[in-house]
């Protein structure tokens, strides 16, 4: 089980955290990805962490703005939002793939229920 939380309304340059807390003793297995999406368009790779955080990678739109990172003995990641822009405004998911990482949203094992990210110009 995924749970998100630390979505919000943030003003255009600001900041905001995300978290995601997963259930289960084998959290080091698995690849943890972010992922975002708005009404009507497709779910949008943000980000992903593997390997005890060595491998990580970012979609080109958040390179530089974004971090993701875990904290292996709570079973959380995280996604550190600075530098926010109207255009990053959508619901932010959670994803757990056992062994391996892609930026592929249906390559994932497991789904958080969502977190809304609203950015305001």
């Known amino acids: 089980q995924l749970v998100e939380s630390g979505g919000g309304l943030v003003q255009a340059g600001g900041s905001l955290r995300l978290s995601c807390a997963a259930s289960?003793?084998?959290?080091?297995?698995?690849?943890m990805g972010w992922f975002r999406q708005n009404p009507g368009k497709e779910r949008e790779f943000v980000a992903y962490?593997?390997?005890?955080?060595?491998?990580?990678r970012y979609s080109s739109s958040v390179t530089g703005r974004f971090t993701i990172s875990t904290d292996n003995a709570k079973n959380t990641v995280f996604l550190q939002m600075n530098s926010l822009k109207p255009e990053d405004t959508a619901v932010y998911y959670c994803?757990?793939?056992?062994?391996?990482?892609?930026?592929?949203?249906?390559?994932?094992?497991?789904w958080g229920q969502g977190t809304q990210v609203t950015v305001s110009s």
């Open positions: 994803a757990a793939k056992f062994m391996g990482a892609t930026m592929v949203a249906t390559d994932y094992d497991y």
């Open positions: 962490i593997w390997g005890s955080g060595s491998d990580t």
């Open positions: 289960g003793r084998t959290f080091g297995l698995y690849s």
